[in-house]
């Protein structure tokens, strides 16, 4: 009777954890011209496993605590019987606390996304060595993922998984395929993952942090001082547009945030939309007619 007791409570233990993550990973194969997409569901099963089933980290995650995000890979050409090359668009969500709302922390598309995949092959990842560099760019973007997601609830909280997208790109230096490294372009990969390393823009940690567990996590009942948290969140960044205006990660920001942020201010006092959309315009000039439309309409106190 014990030992049935034991076995049942391993088991109640085992199912209250789970992987880390709840991601959505689907494959878009229609520019392919074949009449047997079968390679490509099993491509989608596969790797949708791989991704939620793998054990990223040593953090114990309940089903309703798994970061949602998803993945989307648009197989665009085919370059042999066994290599395919297109895009991946990652997204992934925060929930905020005390509400419904899924806030959008990271939204990225890659477009050097170039792969090999045999049906029935197994799926091999290690990640001391590059191998294939289908599962390299998934793990990458995983531990991005992971980094973000930890960065928003705790300073500095994404260290590891940062350092461990950066082992993965130096472990690539050498690979075939595009995106790994320094000389290609100015926003791949390796500045993904060096930036977010980097000394020079610590205010993009540390403004993921305060924005949303300082901001958006008390917005529902403390509405005033979350604004003015968010609103120094985004002041700080100023210091990374002055030194590096095309900075990569000020853009990985802003692509995730520029609507939420004008809907957070649409009700806001009016000496506070005049601060913020002049910051916004001046750090994030791509989205300048969004942030317009804050003070369009004064209808603060």
Known sequence: MRIISSILLSLLFYESFSQELFCNLQVNSSQI???DRKVFNSLQKDLYEFVNNTKWTNAKFSNEERIECSILINVK???SNDEYEGSINIQSTRPIYGTSYKSNVFNYVDNNFRFKYL???SIDYNPNSHGSNLTAVLAF????ILGIDFSTYSENGGYEYFNNALKIVNNAQNAPESGWKAFESDRNRYWLAYDLMDSRYANYLTAMYSYHRLGL???SEEPEDARYEITESLESLKSIYRENPSAFLLKIFFDAKNEEIVKIY???FTN???RIVNTLVEIDPTNSSKYQTITA???GN
């Open 33 to 35: 011209q074949t009449s």
């Open 266 to 268: 649409s009700e806001s």
């Open 77 to 79: 050409k085919k370059i």
């Open 119 to 121: 049906e029935y092959q």
């Open 272 to 274: 506070e939309k005049a």
């Open 141 to 144: 973007y995983v531990n991005i």
């Open 297 to 299: 309409e004064n209808r």
């Open 217 to 219: 996590d008390k917005l």
